[in-house]
């Protein structure tokens, strides 16, 4: 009797685990749970065997803080922005973070895309993806490696659609004088506030300045062009995100005037050119010897020489 009662014990504890797994349902189990990625970043797939999870949150691996960002849909439409990330079902998860970053896409239930942009922090960076489902939980880890950084290989100047010149008057030196007989007096005609010649590049690519020091690289810089065609000057200009500025050498020239007895007043206006033209910043990778092109623009500003002098009334 007792052996009867043993058995039958054994045999409802063992219902009663299979029931309970069966009520579990399909564990999450990621093909992958950790990722290690090179600076360059790139693209990781991973598969579910379920449907049936979340993304609850996202931590920063170095902090243990959670992660903001924008949330979109598949569409592109934006959810949410600048806000925790998570995400219930299918869409893409941006985080914000500069000179690195991330975004995943779960374009299919069951699978979810981890795409990790170019790391130019300068360290390594790390994230936990946290899924969940009903009862269950598990965690991915992505680590991306720091970057050896890019050695500087060329700058090319070109004329793109929509470069070009564009010409301006400004106000320039301004004379009063009140004088007992009419004589000539020496002016400055080119003269005023910021006579100089400046220069400016900029573009939209996030790590256009961060390879390089801000004063480590001088490029000869445009000294005019004709059609598509650029030719360079002497001149050296240092690639980087601010403004550059110098007196301009047309502030020196002196123009004789002739001034009537009595009081009077001249001043001057000079023609200022503001010059756009396309560049290329050629880099090659430390670690794998690619080469890496970032376009942007040049924005140069300098008197032409031309002005007028102007009796005030």
């Known amino acids: 009797m007792m052996k009867n009662f043993l058995l039958i014990s054994v045999i409802a504890i063992s219902i009663l685990f299979s029931c309970t797994d069966h009520e579990e349902g399909p564990h999450i189990s990621p ?4 990722i290690e990625m090179e600076a360059e970043g790139g693209m990781q797939q991973i598969d579910f065997p379920s ?4 993304i609850d949150r996202i931590e920063n691996v170095k902090s243990n803080t959670r992660i903001f960002g924008d949330i979109l849909t598949l569409e592109n439409e934006r959810v949410n922005e600048n806000v925790l990330l998570e995400l219930e079902g299918e869409g893409r998860l941006d985080a914000i973070w500069p000179n690195k ?10 699978k979810l895309d981890v795409r990790l942009k170019e790391n130019s922090s300068g360290e390594r960076f790390g994230f936990r993806i946290f899924l969940t489902s009903a009862d269950q939980s598990t965690t991915i880890t992505v680590s991306q490696k720091a970057s050896q950084g890019y050695e500087f290989k060329g700058l090319d100047f070109h004329v793109s659609e929509a470069d070009g010149d564009s010409l301006y008057w400004k106000r320039g030196s301004t004379v009063k004088i009140n004088v007992p007989y009419s004589q000539e007096i020496e002016f400055t005609p080119i003269g005023g506030i910021d006579v100089s010649t400046s220069y400016l590049f900029s573009s939209d690519a996030a790590d256009a300045f961060v390879w390089l020091k801000s004063d480590s690289v001088k490029v000869r810089l445009p000294a005019h062009f004709q059609e598509d065609e650029v030719f360079l000057g002497e001149d050296k200009g240092i690639y980087s995100e601010y403004l550059q500025s110098e007196l301009s050498d047309f502030s020196n020239i002196k123009e004789r005037i002739t001034v009537p007895s009595g009081e009077s007043a001249f001043r001057s206006e000079y023609e200022v050119r503001r010059r756009k033209l396309s560049y290329s910043l050629l880099l090659t990778n430390n670690r794998t010897g690619e080469e890496k092109i970032i376009k942007g623009k040049l924005i140069q500003i ?10 005030m009334e």
Do not use: C
Request: net charge negative; charged share 25%; aromatic share 10%.
């Open 101 to 110: 970053g991330f975004v995943l896409v779960r374009d299919v239930q069951s």
């Open 51 to 54: 449907t049936d999870w979340k």
């Open 31 to 34: 093909s992958i749970d950790h």
């Open 302 to 311: 300098a008197p032409t020489g031309k002005y007028e002098v102007i009796l």
